[in-house]
């Protein structure tokens, strides 16, 4: 049985700003599950959530040197929790605060050190798929005629839209060879961190435009930056996104205003 959560943070951190209202056991199978057993007297005043999660379970069994929370829990390591909630981040519509819980836990654990398990990351990536269903991402694989044919009621051409906010939109440097829209790790790898950042609210930007104009800047550009990291960043920029969620999470200007703006002293017909 092994503790995750809130609980297995502050064992590790106690200045963890929430307290733990359950505990949260992860065993390798549902009868597992069926089988455990955890003292009454011990945890009568806590609820206790178990999870079946073989990935998990087995790559604890491969990594045994851990200490021990007590009523035979193993606890993971602050790499592992760290790696287990970026995992879930990614993907999957979660409920808002849930989703919003794990963006703040993996903040304080990188704060705190923590540094991703990429073979377990997407071991564990893999394995959601199999409980949520695949992960619905946005097809890069395009002509930037056939991504942006959708159903989208904005009237303005995509890319256009790209070059209002810079005349060589930073996307650009990043596109694979040959390719339109689909972006090259090894090219973004090559960014400055100045150059990821633009990168990242460049996009978000446009498609917050695209989507919810309508809606006041700020709440726009962050309802957009998560839908990015869960539906259309690629998993290696999702990643890079959450690792720096706090210098990208709000706009650095009005750009619905901006964008407005440049449309309405441009020619570009609708």
């Given at each position: 049985?092994?503790?995750?959560?809130?609980?297995?943070?502050?064992?590790?951190?106690?200045?963890?700003?929430?307290?733990?209202?359950?505990?949260?056991?992860?065993?390798?199978?549902?009868?597992?599950?069926?089988?455990?057993?955890?003292?009454?007297?011990?945890?009568?005043?806590?609820r206790v959530e178990v999870l079946v999660n073989p990935v998990l379970a087995k790559y604890v069994e491969e990594?045994?040197?851990?200490?021990?929370?007590?009523?035979?829990?193993?606890?993971?390591?602050?790499?592992?929790?760290?790696?287990?909630?970026?995992?879930?981040?990614?993907?999957?519509?979660?409920?808002?605060?849930?989703?919003?819980?794990?963006?703040?836990?993996?903040?304080?654990?990188?704060?705190?050190?923590?540094?991703?398990?990429?073979?377990?990351?997407?071991?564990?990536?893999?394995?959601?798929?199999?409980?949520?269903?695949?992960?619905?991402?946005?097809?890069?694989?395009?002509?930037?005629?056939?991504?942006?044919?959708?159903?989208?009621?904005c009237p303005y051409d995509h890319d256009w839209l790209h070059t209002l906010l810079k005349p060589t939109p930073?996307?650009?440097?990043?596109?694979?060879?040959?390719?339109?829209?689909?972006?090259?790790?090894?090219?973004?790898?090559?960014?400055?961190?100045?150059?990821?950042?633009?990168?990242?609210?460049?996009?978000?930007?446009?498609?917050?435009?695209?989507?919810?104009?309508?809606?006041?800047?700020?709440?726009?550009?962050?309802?957009?930056?998560?839908?990015?990291?869960?539906?259309?960043?690629?998993?290696?920029?999702?990643?890079?996104?959450?690792?720096?969620?706090?210098?990208?999470?709000?706009?650095?200007?009005?750009?619905?205003?901006?964008?407005?703006?440049?449309?309405?002293?441009?020619?570009?017909?609708?």
């Amino acid at each position: 049985m092994i503790l995750i959560g809130s609980s297995a943070i502050k064992y590790w951190f106690p200045n963890f700003p929430r307290e733990p209202k359950d505990l949260d056991v992860v065993v390798g199978t549902e009868k597992d599950k069926a089988n455990i057993s955890l003292s009454k007297k011990t945890w009568e005043d806590t609820r206790v959530e178990v999870l079946v999660n073989p990935v998990l379970a087995k790559y604890v069994e491969e990594h045994p040197s851990r200490p021990d929370f007590g009523q035979g829990l193993d606890l993971l390591l602050v790499n592992e929790l760290y790696t287990l909630k970026m995992s879930h981040a990614i993907g999957w519509k979660l409920e808002n605060n849930s989703w919003d819980k794990h963006v703040f836990d993996i903040q304080f654990l990188k704060n705190k050190g923590a540094k991703l398990i990429k073979p377990l990351f997407f071991q564990l990536y893999e394995y959601w798929e199999t409980v949520h269903g695949p992960n619905k991402r946005s097809d890069l694989d395009m002509t930037s005629e056939e991504f942006f044919d959708n159903a989208l009621d904005c009237p303005y051409d995509h890319d256009w839209l790209h070059t209002l906010l810079k005349p060589t939109p930073t996307f650009t440097k990043v596109l694979k060879e040959g390719a339109e829209v689909d972006v090259s790790e090894e090219k973004f790898n090559q960014l400055s961190e100045e150059e990821k950042e633009d990168l990242v609210r460049e996009e978000v930007y446009i498609m917050a435009f695209e989507r919810f104009s309508h809606m006041w800047y700020p709440y726009a550009y962050a309802r957009m930056l998560r839908k990015f990291v869960i539906g259309h960043a690629p998993i290696w920029e999702a990643i890079w996104i959450l690792e720096n969620w706090p210098k990208l999470i709000h706009p650095k200007f009005n750009f619905v205003k901006l964008l407005n703006e440049k449309i309405n002293e441009s020619n570009q017909p609708a």
